[in-house]
């Protein structure tokens, strides 16, 4: 394994031509820069902030440090009419409240391990469990619940670096980690959030963003009627507690197969037992690639709407999840209800359960090492 694999997630928000397009020439270009404005207090006292970054285009994207998570992400449809296309809460006390990691920086180890236990240079160390049985995106006082230190970086476009430093046996997992994560706004329309890492001993590490996206809009509906195309031939199939089995197989002739654009919807409530266990899609792709560096990982487009994502990384694996778990309790941004499958998403990572797999790509980071990695998710409009 490549252990100096780079962590650079780049949601890259590119409207280009289709932007101008829906937008009109006769938009006025934007201030760029960065808002900090207040967010929230937490429990403890401290304050947290909301960062509201944007560019001459006129794209905004707000980042609270606290579980550096994406508030929002508003973007125009075919006709020039914005919306945000990211689940997520008005103010902080909804994300401390009960939520499924909207917009979330997830750490230390993304996705589930199983049995919330692993081994490390001959030791066994035990994880909470938060999932069932399995520790699911670090444990339940992971990344996402932490308060990050942020700072507004120099340069041409908006940047923010968010630094945490995660103790030696912080939720059960090995070793300080360093981790700092900037995101940048260019005027190209591409949001980078660039990850990286260092431990002081022998760890295992898999960083993502868990952003929930509609494109129709948050809190619009369901998603069964948007398409999506993912980049892979192969997955990893799980067992009932949704832990990877171990072996890789082909999504040929299953209702997993979305090597061309498929509504979401169309195949979402077969008689499959993967489909089954998940409520839905909740699954790891193996992506399609033939060497290191970027490649397409995906494709999702609103058909009514005209808005697309498209997603790119240097990851092994993307995570499609189609929202299977959320049941309406849960009322966001605008008081918005968010439904059954009212959102998906694409979180690109290592493959679940890798400590504990070790056909899989490691996942270990040791000591003189750096974890890097990139994503873009890249917009665009029809």
Request: proline content about 6%.
């Amino acid at each position: 394994m490549n252990q100096s694999y780079a962590l650079f997630i780049v949601f890259a928000v590119t409207f280009a031509a289709g932007f101008a397009q829906a937008s009109g020439s006769d938009r006025a270009a934007a201030q760029p820069g960065i808002q900090k404005s207040a967010f929230g207090t937490m429990p403890d006292g401290r304050a947290v902030a909301l960062y509201t970054l944007t560019n001459r285009p006129g794209i905004t994207i707000e980042i609270t440090n606290y579980g550096g998570r994406i508030v929002s992400i508003i973007v125009p449809d075919r006709h020039g009419e914005m919306a945000d296309v990211v689940l997520g809460f008005d103010n902080l006390e909804g994300y401390l409240g009960n939520n499924p990691y909207f917009g979330a920086l997830i750490g230390r180890y993304a996705n589930r391990i199983g049995d919330a236990r692993f081994t490390l240079d001959g030791k066994v160390y035990h994880l909470p469990a938060n999932n069932g049985q399995n520790c699911l995106h670090g444990g339940p006082h992971g990344f996402d619940k932490q308060l990050w230190t942020a700072r507004e970086l120099p340069g041409a476009s908006p940047a923010l670096e968010l630094t945490y430093l995660s103790k030696d046996g912080e939720e059960g997992f090995p070793g300080d980690l360093s981790v700092k994560v900037v995101y940048t706004l260019s005027d190209n329309n591409e949001l980078k959030i660039a990850y990286s890492a260092t431990t002081d001993k022998d760890t295992v590490i898999n960083l993502t963003n868990h952003s929930y996206f509609n494109l129709a809009g948050q809190g619009s509906g369901n998603i069964i009627q948007q398409e999506v195309m993912i980049n892979a031939e192969r997955f990893t199939p799980v067992g009932p507690t949704l832990i990877p089995t171990g072996q890789i197989e082909s999504v040929a002739g299953t209702p997993l197969d979305f090597r061309k654009m498929t509504p979401i919807g169309a195949h979402i409530d077969e008689n499959y037992p993967q489909l089954k266990y998940a409520k839905g899609y909740d699954f790891n792709y193996v992506l399609d690639r033939k060497g290191p560096g970027m490649v397409l990982a995906g494709r999702a487009v609103d058909p009514k709407s005209g808005r697309e994502l498209e997603v790119f990384t240097t990851e092994p694996g993307v995570q499609f999840y189609t929202g299977n778990f959320l049941d309406g309790t849960i009322h966001g941004k605008g008081g918005k209800v968010y439904a059954y499958r009212s959102a998906f998403t694409l979180e690109t990572q290592h493959y679940p359960d890798s400590p504990n797999r070790t056909a899989f790509p490691s996942t270990e980071l040791k000591p003189g090492q750096t974890y890097h990695q990139t994503t873009i998710f890249k917009f665009s409009v029809q």
